[in-house]
């Protein structure tokens, strides 16, 4: 089955600078990855997700870039602020929009430091 | 309102009980899941269900169980099988091929 594998752990950036988290998969056929954020306590809410026949997508402050043939994607948030500290987790899926399930990362904790 | 609705928010368990989890959602989604979340973990796949009255196993289905009898719920009891049943459990819903949305989530702790 499919295994994905989140980095780091834990990420701490100063309010105002970038943040990057990188994920890798281990199914070629996966086609889709979203990325969910999840702040204490509550349900995880999709941010931004990218198919296979794309590299990038971007939404205001955040883009996420794929790299099939290297089997990695990322997540990259412009100008952090205050709000964006939460847990991040990604995910794949080799069936469209995770129809038989999605396969997680184990998550990133981003903290923005004020 | 649409959503989904989880119920209990807190549920506890005693030795040897079988207790089951409410999910209900009225967005009209076909496809509805389980996952359970560890702390410090992602989450991981329990079942799905992507018509009524059909379902499948995901990567930690021993000691559940689920149902979909209709299309707007799918009930997962956690059985005296499961021996670690304590975590956060999420039910999602969603139309193939677009995203899963989630529920607040149940907390399952044992007494």
């Known amino acids: 089955g499919e295994n994905v594998e989140q980095h780091p752990s834990t990420l701490s950036v100063q309010e105002g600078d970038s943040a990057v988290i990188k994920c890798t998969y281990s199914?070629?056929?996966?086609?889709?990855f979203p990325w969910y954020k999840q702040e204490l306590g509550k349900r995880p809410q999709l941010i931004i997700d990218i198919r296979s026949n794309v590299g990038e997508k971007k939404d205001q402050r955040i883009a996420v870039t794929l790299n099939k043939t290297a089997k990695h994607f990322s997540l990259h948030i412009t100008e952090t602020q205050p709000e964006d500290s939460a847990v991040y987790f990604c995910a794949a899926s080799y069936s469209g929009g995770g129809a038989d399930g999605l396969t997680f990362g184990k998550g990133t904790h981003l903290i923005i430091q004020p | 309102d649409g959503g989904i609705t989880q119920s209990p928010k807190y549920l506890f368990r005693k030795e040897g009980q079988n207790v089951t989890l409410s999910c209900e959602q009225n967005l009209n989604h076909d496809a509805m899941y389980w996952y359970r979340q560890d702390p410090g973990q992602g989450l991981r796949l329990i079942y799905y269900?992507?018509?009524?009255?059909?379902?499948q196993k995901g990567d930690i289905a021993e000691g559940y169980s689920v149902s979909r009898e209709k299309k707007e719920s799918f009930p997962l009891t956690v059985t005296s099988a499961q021996k670690n049943p304590t975590a956060f459990y999420l039910c999602?819903?969603?139309?193939?091929?677009?995203?899963?949305?989630f529920g607040d989530g149940t907390r399952l702790s044992i007494l």
């Open positions: 199914d070629s056929a996966s086609n889709y």
């Open positions: 269900s992507q018509i009524v009255n059909d379902f």
């Open positions: 999602a819903s969603s139309i193939v091929p677009q995203p899963q949305h």
